[in-house]
Nanobody, 116 residues
Framework: VQLQASGGGLVQPGGSLRLSCAAS????????MGWYRQAPGKQRELVAA???????NYAESVKGRFTISRDNAKNTVYLQMNNLKPEDTAVYYC???????????WGKGTQVTVSS
């Protein structure tokens, strides 16, 4: 199983980034896909998740600014991040899980830095 995240980088406040996570080795369409982040000295937190049926869930801090989407044909989940703030600076991780089955995979993180 591999979850390959990409798209991180350095951006100024107010800017945008689009993260991608390409999955392999799993039946992608049945998994809940999510993005988590971890800032220095803080616990990892859920940013956004999307179910196999397309239902979306967001952390309050990113509602209205971030959008999660998935392309089952490409086995890829995206996170469109707009109006980025310095407090969005963190390592962002891709997650794939089947809830209540104890099945969960993590990708390596991608760094997002929001700074002027």
């Amino acid at each position: 199983v591999q979850l390959q995240a990409s798209g991180g980088g350095l951006v100024q406040p107010g800017g945008s980034l689009r993260l991608s996570c390409a999955a392999s080795g799993i039946a992608f369409s049945i998994y809940v896909m999510g993005w988590y982040r971890q800032a220095p000295g803080k616990q990892r937190e859920l940013v956004a998740a999307i179910t196999s049926g397309g239902s979306e869930n967001y952390a309050e801090s990113v509602k209205g600014r971030f959008t999660i989407s998935r392309d089952n044909a490409k086995n890829t989940v995206y996170l469109q991040m707009n109006n980025l703030k310095p407090e969005d600076t963190a390592v962002y991780y891709c997650n794939a899980q089947i809830p209540f089955r104890g099945i969960e995979y993590w990708g390596k993180g991608t760094q997002v830095t929001v700074s002027s």
